[in-house]
């Protein structure tokens, strides 16, 4: 790897951090430069995997103030995450490469449909659950539980738009506002890509500097995108939810 080639990797480690920790698909950065540099598909993403597992902890971290009250829902949908992270890497050792390519720019439609959506879908359950006098299960109950696991299955085979998958299943099911619902999204990342990633120590190939080099920008880039993603209002979250799920769109059909 050249110099310029180096700074251009660590400069999308940079974006991707910034941009996970706000919405989301930061591997849409990343994943195209590792391959422009010259590694292999798998390579690439399982070096991507770990090295983006800072810039998670770091937008987290970043996000400590709206995960107050949320820990026990942080732990059921950990565990959930988890299994699903565990999954999905497995597939990805198992499957060719091209196993996911038509569901996924479908899943990511849906996603930012879902997300566009959520205010009036939220309105409607409520006033469903006003007559049946009945409340918001506070973890969103098996629903959610289930998607999520789906979801997470995905994130550990490839990841992209994996953050709006998330956004757009705890929008539908939760009773909170768009950025504590973020905030739980930025620690399940961090654990489905850091389960990814050990799983695939054991198993995969990583070009390490590419890893360090991903992981330091990203941890930069989590705390700008925390300080960012925090003032948005919620309008202009779901308008750069739209703009990003249509670039993976776009993405995916390019590929």
């Not at 469903?128 to 299960?137: D, M, N, P, S, V």
């Not at 629903?143 to 705890?170: D, K």
């Amino acid at each position: 790897m050249t110099i310029w080639e180096a700074v251009a990797v660590c400069a999308a480690g940079l974006g991707a951090g910034a941009l996970n920790t706000v919405v989301g698909s930061g591997t849409l950065i990343t994943f195209p430069v590792l391959l422009a540099v010259g590694l292999p598909p798998v390579t690439a993403n399982v070096s991507n995997a770990l090295g983006l597992v800072p810039g998670s902890v770091s937008g987290a971290i970043g996000y400590r103030r709206e995960l107050r009250g949320q820990g026990r829902r942080v732990l059921v949908l950990g565990g959930v995450a988890f299994a699903g992270a565990m999954t999905g890497a497995a597939l990805l050792i198992a499957l060719p490469s091209s196993a996911f390519d038509t569901a996924v720019p479908a899943l990511i439609g849906a996603a930012v449909l879902l997300v566009v959506l959520q205010p009036w879908l939220s309105r409607l359950a409520e006033r469903h659950r006003e007559k049946r006098g009945t409340t918001a299960r506070p973890n969103g109950g098996v629903p959610l539980s289930t998607g999520m696991l789906f979801a997470s299955a995905y994130g550990g085979y490839f990841g992209a738009a994996q953050g709006i998958v998330y956004l757009a299943l705890m929008g539908l099911f939760l009773d909170e506002g768009l950025q504590r619902i973020n905030a739980v999204k930025n620690v399940l990342g961090a654990l489905v890509n850091g389960t990814a990633a050990a799983f695939f120590l054991f198993v995969a190939d990583f070009d390490w500097t590419a890893v360090l080099l991903i992981a330091a920008g990203s941890a930069v880039g989590g705390q700008f995108g925390a300080l960012a993603g925090r003032r948005l209002p919620p309008i202009a979250f779901r308008g750069i939810v739209v703009v990003i799920g249509t670039a993976a769109i776009i993405q995916q059909f390019l590929r």
